[in-house]
């Protein structure tokens, strides 16, 4: 029984298919508004990318140690100013 399901399924499915309009997939004008479609996709890809990749070298040279901030080594100058002026203002 559940053999003459499965070989009655595409007899249905080709059948709703026929009742299906495809006049439009005859007609030129569908044709060419999925090629323009595609071919303008290919240069939107292709920029994307480039802006991403631009950015992603962005970000990889900021994330060089060097560009960090880092606040022991910032803060060290400004520390040991303030040691100076204390000795200097708190001297006998």
């Known amino acids: 029984m559940a053999l003459r ?9 080709k059948e709703r298919l026929r009742r ?3 006049g ?4 030129s004008g569908c044709w060419l508004t999925h090629f323009l479609l595609i ?3 290919v240069p939107g890809v292709y920029l ?3 802006a991403g990749l631009r950015q ?6 900021t994330n060089v140690p ?4 880092n606040p022991q080594t910032t803060l060290a100058p400004e520390a040991l100013d303030a040691q100076v002026a ?4 708190h001297a006998p």
């Not at 399901?5 to 499915?13: C, E, I, L, M, W």
């Not at 439009?24 to 007609?27: D, F, G, I, K």
């Not at 992603?56 to 040279?61: M, P, S, T, W």
Request: charged share 30%.
């Open 24 to 27: 439009e997939l005859r007609s």
């Open 5 to 13: 399901v499965f070989s009655a399924a595409p007899d249905a499915v």
């Open 56 to 61: 992603a070298l962005v970000f990889a040279e």
């Open 39 to 41: 071919i303008s996709t």
């Open 86 to 89: 204390e000795e200097f203002y």
């Open 20 to 22: 299906l309009d495809h």
């Open 48 to 50: 994307a990318a480039r």
């Open 66 to 69: 060097k560009y960090r901030y």
